[in-house]
C-alpha cells in the first residue's frame, strides 16, 4: 500500500509541476503541428524550382523561398495581385524596353546566413539560362524557363542593383518573375566543394541533389526533416524579413495524399489537420463533425488542350465547338462535384478585363452539338474516337478521374468515342511540356492539365502563340493561328496597363471563338480543415499563405 501511495504522491506531483511549468514565464509551451494532406502522389522537389505544377509553387516554393516578386494572399474578397517581393521596385528602360532595373530589398539573408543582394539574383537566373554556369541545372529548366521564356540575362548593376534583360519587349517580366524562386548560392557553393570527382557537372548535380535534402531560401519556413514520397517537415523562420508574415505555427508537416477519400479519411481520423480537394461525397459528413470548408473562385481552368497536329480529329472547329456544347456544367457542379467548381465560359468570365467580348457562346446545347457533328461526318451510326490524357490526381486537377468518366458519358451522346489514358500527374505535367508530337502522347488527341490563369503568359500567351510550342512553353497541341500571335505581340509590347487589358481582352475572345480548349470548370480551390485550425485565409489565387494560420492545441 505505501508503495501505491508513493507511485500516486509522485504521479500528482509531476502533473502539478507540468502544470506550474506552463504557468511560469519563458518556460516552452508544446510545439504546434499543422499537418497537411496534399493532392500530389510525391513531395514537390525542395531545390528551389518545384515540380508537381502549381502545388508544388504552393508547397515547397512560396514557403522556402522568395522571388523578386510575389503574390498578395492576404484577401478572400479582391484578386491577388503582383506585389513587390525580394525587389522593392522596378522600372523598364525608356529608351529601350528590354532593360529592366529592379531594386532589391536590404537586409535579407538566407536561411543558412548568407546575405541576399545582387550576385545571389545572377547566380539564380544562371542556374535556368547560362548553360556553361557551375549551377545550371537542365532539371530546373523546364519548370522554370517556360514560364518566363524572354528572359534572357542578369547584371549586377551594385550590390542592391539588377539590371534584367529580355528578348524582346516584354511587359509580363514581372509577373512572370514570381515562378524565379532564390536559392542560396553559398550552401549550394558549399555542397559543390564537398561532391567528389573531378567532372564539374557531375560535381553540380551532386551539389543539387545535396541541396534539396538540405535547403536554403530567403521564405518564412525553413527546411527540417524530408523523406521522400512520405513527408516534408517546415519549422517556422522566426526571422524572416516580413514580420507580418512570420509563420504562427512552429512547424508544417506536408504528408503526399493523392486519392481523394483517403486524404478526407485521414481528416476524420486525425492524421491530419487539412485536407487539399475533400471527396465531394463526404462534405455532408465533414461539416456535420465540425471540420471547417474552404473555398472561392481561382483565376484557374479544368480544360482539356486539343491537339492541332496534321490528322489530330480536332483540326475540325465544328467538331471542337460541338464538345464545348455537349457539357451539361451545371450538371456537374451540382451532381458529381457537390457545388464545387464554377462552369467555365471560357479562360475568363464576364467581368474580367481580359474577356473580351466572344461571339461564340458556350453553354449546354446538345441539339447544338449533335448537329454540328453530324455536319463534320459523324453521328450515331458513325462516332469520332478521340484520346485524352489525364491523372488520377494532382495539382488543380480537382477529381480528374470522375470528371473526365462525366465528359466521357456527356460526349457519347454527341457521337464522341470517348478513351482516356491515365497517368501519373507528374509524368502527365512532364508530358505537357513535350507536346502532342512526342511520343509519351502516347497517341492522345487531347490533354487534360489544369492552368492558372492569374496572369497573361499563364492564362493565354503559352498556349496560343506558335512561338510557345514544345519545348519552349505549353503549347501542346502546336496551335498556329496568325491572329493569336499578331494579338499576344501587341499585348506584349503594350506597357499601357488599360492598353494592355484591351489587346489580352481581344485574344481571349478570339481564343473563344475558335474554341481553343474544351472549357470545362474553374476550380474553387477546396479545402476541408479542422476546426482547431483558424487564420485561414482562402485566396482568390491558386497559392495560400500558410504563415496566417494559427493552431489551437
Known amino acids: 500500500m505505501p508503495i501505491k501511495k508513493n507511485k500516486t504522491r509522485a504521479a500528482l506531483i509531476a502533473l502539478l509541476a507540468l502544470g506550474s511549468a506552463a504557468a511560469w514565464p519563458g518556460v516552452a509551451s508544446a510545439e504546434?503541428?499543422?499537418?497537411?494532406?496534399?493532392?500530389?502522389?510525391?513531395?514537390?522537389?525542395?531545390?528551389?524550382?518545384?515540380?508537381?505544377?502549381?502545388?508544388?509553387?504552393?508547397?515547397?516554393?512560396?514557403?522556402?523561398?522568395?522571388?523578386?516578386?510575389?503574390?498578395?494572399?492576404?484577401?478572400?474578397?479582391k484578386p491577388s495581385v503582383v506585389?513587390?517581393?525580394?525587389?522593392?521596385?522596378?522600372?523598364?528602360?525608356?529608351?529601350?524596353?528590354?532593360?529592366?532595373?529592379?531594386?532589391?530589398?536590404?537586409?535579407?539573408?538566407?536561411?543558412?546566413?548568407?546575405p541576399f543582394n545582387a550576385d545571389a539574383v545572377v547566380?539564380?537566373?544562371?542556374?535556368?539560362?547560362?548553360?556553361?554556369?557551375?549551377?545550371?541545372?537542365?532539371?530546373?529548366?523546364?519548370?522554370?524557363?517556360?514560364?518566363?521564356?524572354?528572359?534572357?540575362?542578369?547584371?549586377?548593376?551594385?550590390?542592391?542593383?539588377?539590371?534584367?534583360?529580355?528578348?524582346?519587349?516584354?511587359?509580363?517580366?514581372?509577373?512572370?518573375?514570381?515562378?524565379?524562386?532564390m536559392a542560396s548560392p553559398t550552401k549550394w557553393q558549399h555542397f559543390y566543394e564537398k561532391a567528389e570527382g573531378v567532372d564539374a557537372k557531375a560535381k553540380s548535380q551532386a551539389a543539387w541533389t545535396a541541396f534539396a535534402k538540405d535547403a536554403a531560401g530567403t521564405g518564412p519556413w525553413k527546411m527540417a526533416g524530408f523523406t521522400p514520397r512520405e513527408r516534408l517537415e517546415l519549422v517556422k523562420n522566426a526571422s524572416y524579413w516580413d514580420k507580418a508574415r512570420v509563420p504562427k505555427v512552429d512547424k508544417m508537416v506536408l504528408l503526399p495524399m493523392p486519392e481523394a477519400n483517403a486524404r478526407t479519411a485521414a481528416l476524420l481520423s486525425g492524421q491530419v489537420d487539412w485536407v487539399e480537394a475533400p471527396a465531394p461525397d463526404a462534405l455532408p459528413e465533414l461539416k456535420q463533425r465540425g471540420f471547417k470548408l474552404y473555398a472561392n473562385e481561382q483565376p484557374h481552368v479544368w480544360p482539356w488542350q486539343f491537339s492541332r497536329v496534321e490528322g489530330s480529329p480536332w483540326n475540325d472547329i465544328r467538331v471542337r465547338k460541338a464538345a464545348n456544347l455537349c457539357v451539361d456544367r451545371e450538371g456537374?457542379?451540382?451532381?458529381?462535384?457537390?457545388?464545387?467548381?464554377?462552369?467555365?465560359?471560357?479562360?475568363?468570365?464576364?467581368?474580367?478585363?481580359?474577356?473580351?467580348?466572344?461571339?461564340?457562346?458556350?453553354?449546354?446545347?446538345?441539339?447544338?452539338?449533335?448537329?454540328?457533328?453530324?455536319?463534320?461526318?459523324?453521328?450515331?451510326?458513325?462516332?469520332?474516337?478521340?484520346?485524352?490524357?489525364?491523372?488520377?490526381?494532382?495539382?488543380?486537377?480537382?477529381?480528374?478521374?470522375?470528371?473526365?468518366?462525366?465528359?466521357?458519358?456527356?460526349?457519347?451522346?454527341?457521337?464522341?468515342?470517348?478513351?482516356?489514358?491515365?497517368?501519373?500527374?507528374?509524368?502527365?505535367?512532364?508530358?505537357?511540356?513535350?507536346?502532342?508530337?512526342?511520343?509519351?502522347?502516347n497517341g492522345s488527341s487531347a490533354t487534360n492539365v489544369t492552368y492558372a490563369a492569374m496572369d497573361p503568359?499563364?492564362?493565354?500567351?503559352?498556349?496560343?502563340?506558335?512561338?510557345?510550342?514544345?519545348?519552349?512553353?505549353?503549347?501542346?497541341?502546336?496551335?498556329?493561328?496568325?491572329?493569336?500571335?499578331?494579338?499576344?505581340?501587341?499585348?506584349?509590347?503594350?506597357?499601357?496597363?488599360?492598353?494592355?487589358?484591351?489587346?489580352?481582352?481581344?485574344?481571349?475572345?478570339?481564343?473563344?471563338?475558335?474554341?481553343?480548349?474544351?472549357?470545362?470548370?474553374?476550380?474553387?480551390?477546396?479545402?476541408?480543415?479542422?476546426?482547431k485550425v483558424t487564420g485561414v485565409v482562402q485566396p482568390k489565387s491558386w497559392f495560400i499563405d500558410f504563415s496566417l494560420v494559427s493552431l489551437t492545441p
Open 332 to 441: 456537374l457542379k451540382d451532381g458529381l462535384l457537390a457545388g464545387l467548381m464554377v462552369p467555365a465560359t471560357g479562360t475568363f468570365e464576364p467581368g474580367h478585363p481580359w474577356r473580351g467580348k466572344p461571339t461564340f457562346e458556350i453553354k449546354y446545347d446538345k441539339a447544338a452539338a449533335q448537329k454540328l457533328m453530324q455536319e463534320a461526318g459523324f453521328g450515331p451510326n458513325k462516332k469520332l474516337t478521340v484520346k485524352t490524357q489525364t491523372s488520377a490526381s494532382g495539382s488543380g486537377q480537382m477529381q480528374p478521374l470522375p470528371m473526365n468518366e462525366y465528359l466521357q458519358q456527356a460526349l457519347a451522346e454527341c457521337y464522341f468515342d470517348v478513351q482516356l489514358d491515365v497517368i501519373e500527374w507528374n509524368t502527365l505535367f512532364t508530358n505537357w511540356r513535350r507536346g502532342a508530337k512526342d511520343p509519351s502522347a
Open 83 to 114: 506585389i513587390p517581393g525580394l525587389a522593392t521596385e522596378w522600372k523598364v528602360d525608356d529608351a529601350d524596353k528590354t532593360k529592366w532595373t529592379f531594386k532589391l530589398r536590404p537586409g535579407v539573408t538566407f536561411h543558412d546566413g548568407s
Open 457 to 531: 503568359f499563364f492564362a493565354l500567351v503559352r498556349f496560343l502563340q506558335s512561338g510557345m510550342a514544345p519545348p519552349v512553353s505549353n503549347n501542346w497541341g502546336f496551335i498556329n493561328n496568325p491572329k493569336f500571335d499578331e494579338l499576344v505581340k501587341k499585348a506584349r509590347q503594350t506597357f499601357d496597363p488599360a492598353a494592355r487589358d484591351a489587346a489580352l481582352a481581344e485574344l481571349h475572345a478570339a481564343s473563344v471563338d475558335d474554341a481553343a480548349f474544351l472549357y470545362v470548370a474553374h476550380d474553387v480551390g477546396p479545402r476541408a480543415i479542422s476546426p
Open 32 to 77: 504546434t503541428v499543422l499537418r497537411i494532406g496534399m493532392t500530389a502522389a510525391d513531395i514537390p522537389r525542395t531545390l528551389g524550382q518545384p515540380d508537381q505544377g502549381f502545388e508544388g509553387n504552393r508547397f515547397t516554393g512560396l514557403t522556402m523561398y522568395d522571388g523578386l516578386t510575389g503574390w498578395d494572399l492576404s484577401s478572400a474578397d
Open 123 to 181: 547566380w539564380n537566373v544562371e542556374k535556368v539560362l547560362k548553360q556553361d554556369a557551375p549551377q545550371f541545372d537542365a532539371s530546373q529548366v523546364g519548370v522554370t524557363a517556360s514560364r518566363m521564356p524572354t528572359l534572357a540575362s542578369a547584371k549586377k548593376i551594385d550590390d542592391m542593383t539588377v539590371e534584367l534583360t529580355t528578348k524582346e519587349p516584354d511587359s509580363f517580366l514581372p509577373i512572370n518573375l514570381t515562378n524565379l524562386f
